[in-house]
């Protein structure tokens, strides 16, 4: 069946990088735009990015540019958030998402990965 | 950025009652490419509707969409256990793919 799997949940110290993962599959990874939203404990849901698996262009919300890298990798169907700098504010849910094409919106989600900011 | 402000923020109802969520823009939603979504505590939102009033796939009829423009509708005509949820509105015409900031559904 068509699904998103991401990677587990990472702890990191702040100034640190951390890399979330995305595997595509039950469909042509390439067809179809990913997106990157978080989730801050008890908040609402943030968009940070998006990458177009086929050629790999990427766009970034304006609050992420220069903190955020969005890759993929055709030959495993992966995509890849990466966000470095990080803070306190940083500690969310991560989710991945697939575009549905043809005006669908966010169709598919991944589980989402928990990443915790702590010293 | 467009801004989506949804109203209420909480709302008391009962099953079999009638549930009308709203989300509006700051400006238009281009081709109406507002979404509503569904989540339950600990889970990942789910697409409920889509281009304002189409139902994602697997979507019971009672969930239903309309507006256009800055105004947009979610209406669930007969609450089932179920749909105590969270709902957002998300508008994907234009980056950033700017989200509301949710309105909770619960058990009144």
């Known amino acids: 069946q068509v699904q998103l799997v991401q990677s587990g949940a990472e702890v990191k110290k702040p100034g640190a990088s951390v890399k979330v993962s995305c595997k595509a599959s039950?469909?042509?990874?390439?067809?179809?735009?990913l997106h990157w939203m978080r989730q801050a404990p008890g908040q609402g849901l943030e968009w940070m990015g998006i990458?177009?698996?086929?050629?790999?262009?990427?766009s970034y919300a304006q609050k992420f540019q220069g903190r955020v890298t969005v890759t993929r990798d055709t030959s495993t169907s992966t995509v890849y958030m990466e966000l470095s700098s990080l803070r306190s504010e940083d500690t969310a849910v991560y989710y991945c998402?697939?575009?549905?094409?043809?005006?669908?919106?966010?169709?598919?989600w991944g589980q989402g990965t928990m990443v915790t900011v702590s010293s | 950025e467009i801004v989506l402000t949804q109203s209420p923020g909480t709302l008391s109802l009962s099953p079999g009652e009638r549930a009308t969520l709203s989300c509006r823009a700051s400006?238009?939603?281009?081709?109406?490419?507002l979404a509503w979504y569904q989540q339950k505590p600990g889970q990942a939102p789910r697409l409920l509707m889509y281009g304002a009033s189409s139902r994602a796939t697997g979507i019971p009829d009672r969930f239903s969409g309309s507006g256009s423009g800055t105004d947009f509708t979610l209406t669930i005509s007969r609450l089932e256990p179920e749909d105590f949820a969270v709902y957002y509105c998300?508008?994907?015409?234009?980056?950033?793919?700017?989200f509301g900031q949710g309105t909770k559904l619960e058990i009144k």
């Open positions: 400006q238009s939603v281009s081709s109406s490419y």
């Open positions: 990458i177009n698996p086929s050629g790999g262009g990427t």
């Open positions: 998402a697939r575009e549905g094409g043809g005006g669908i919106a966010f169709d598919i």
């Open positions: 998300q508008q994907y015409g234009s980056s950033p793919y700017t």
């Open positions: 039950g469909y042509t990874f390439t067809n179809y735009y």
